[in-house]
């Protein structure tokens, strides 16, 4: 199977389930041209180090391939003199404006952010167990029911977006994504059908978001949105179309992700016997699996903005000035030169430095955010949901290559006990 093959077949939803085999093909070249203006990195070394390499561009601006997310192809990929997102720029564009986040976003400017949210989550969770309770059901979609409400609630009170409007942007986030296809289904007729629906729901979420935007510079709120619009720091405010590209990325990428991350800790607890009673019984474990869990099924398996500025030589590979490359986490996570036995979930597994976070300067900003979230999710459902057995395996899988997880994960559910003092 040659690299263009094997990266087609992983890029195909009928292999979304398991796109691993694939992953290992490639990694047999651990940086390979899969097409005319793209290369992968499936290596972790070498993803490592490409990760670090300043010629490597995370403006996607540049991108041969265009933006993707944005629904633009390499002919109308806007000009670099135009605001990106922190994760599709490049310093010192993208240090001022990650700078100007994390003084809202973190330590130390803003250090309660993050911890405040603790109880919100805990509520929340504990809530969406009792009303299913209530319901006197014994088949709970973890997904729809408790993986999606939680992050969902916290990144739109962290960034000031009215909850009250989350069934109008859920709609949009859910087509653009889905229509979001970067493999040969693109193509076909349902593929267009999409890619249709997925551009009128980018317009969409743009337009409710620069409306947003536009009233905060007005009149400011609570939130960061509001803040990065009127900050008075040594950065001084962000240009509101900076804002706007923030704030999509932010609210995309704040709650799919984790109702990803969520959704998978629970389904690989219940793949592995024995793993559920065990973390259960031993909740000082739960850091661990989640970690172990982000290594093993990357919720962000790679993001498609990079290009190099110049020629890079790698693993016997040229990378030509120009070309697009994605470094693809989620098969470096999984390379046998790194991790011993890397296709096994181990609760023990030492010295487990993954990508499931991203690397170098665009590590997520907001992977502690993700943590606590995750980690407070787990232990509240380890704690309540008694002896959860999955109906399906694999789950139905939503259709996009980026953020993946399950579509629903349903489990059936002898009891949900009630709550405990923590």
């Not at 087509?175 to 267009?192: K, N, R, V, Y």
């Not at 739960?286 to 190099?308: D, N, W, Y």
């Not at 011993?340 to 487990?352: I, V």
């Amino acid at each position: 199977m040659t690299a263009a093959t094997a990266w087609a077949e992983a890029m195909k939803y009928e292999h979304r389930a398991d796109p691993y085999p694939y992953f290992d093909q490639l990694r047999r070249t651990p940086v390979a041209r899969v097409a005319d203006n793209l290369y992968v990195v499936t290596g972790y070394q070498e993803l490592l180090t490409l990760a670090h390499d300043p010629r490597v561009s995370s403006d996607i601006s540049r991108s041969p391939l265009g933006n993707p997310l944005a629904g633009t192809d390499a002919a109308s990929t806007p000009p670099p003199a135009r605001r990106q997102s922190i994760i599709a720029s490049d310093p010192p564009a993208h240090d001022r404006a990650r700078r100007q986040v994390m003084r809202h976003f973190g330590p130390p400017h803003s250090p309660h952010v993050i911890p405040g949210m603790e109880p919100v989550i805990v509520r929340l969770c504990d809530k969406l167990l009792d009303d299913f309770a209530a319901r006197g059901e014994t088949r709970l979609d973890v997904v729809d029911d408790y993986a999606y409400p939680v992050p969902v609630t916290v990144i739109s009170t962290i960034l000031g977006i009215p909850l009250a409007d989350e069934p109008r942007f859920h709609a949009w986030i859910y087509d653009m994504l889905t229509g979001t296809d970067l493999g040969p289904d693109a193509d076909t007729e349902d593929g267009s059908i999409r890619a249709g629906k997925a551009h009128a729901g980018r317009d969409a979420l743009t337009r409710y978001l620069a409306d947003l935007i536009e009233q905060l510079q007005r009149e400011p709120g609570p939130g960061l949105l509001s803040r990065l619009l009127h900050d008075d720091g040594p950065d001084g405010p962000m240009p509101a179309e900076q804002v706007l590209a923030n704030a999509v990325l932010l609210l995309i990428a704040g709650h799919d992700s984790t109702v990803n991350t969520i959704a998978n800790c629970v389904m690989t607890l219940l793949r592995n016997p024995g793993a559920y009673d065990q973390v259960r019984d031993r909740p000082q474990l739960i850091p661990r699996a989640v970690e172990e869990v982000q290594r093993l099924q990357a919720a962000v398996q790679f993001f498609p903005s990079r290009s190099v500025t110049a020629d890079i030589e790698i693993a016997g590979t040229v990378i030509p000035e120009g070309a697009a490359v994605h470094l693809v986490y989620a098969a470096a996570n999984r390379d046998p030169n790194r991790f011993t036995d890397p296709n096994r979930f181990d609760l023990q597994r030492p010295d487990n430095e993954h990508f499931g976070w991203g690397s170098g300067i665009h590590t997520c900003p907001g992977g502690p955010l993700a943590r606590l979230e995750v980690d407070l999710a787990l232990e509240i459902f380890l704690r309540r949901v008694a002896t959860p057995r999955l109906v399906v395996d694999p789950p139905p899988y939503r259709r996009n290559q980026i953020f993946r997880g399950p579509r629903h994960l349903l489990v059936d559910v002898d009891t949900v006990t009630g709550r405990a003092e923590r």
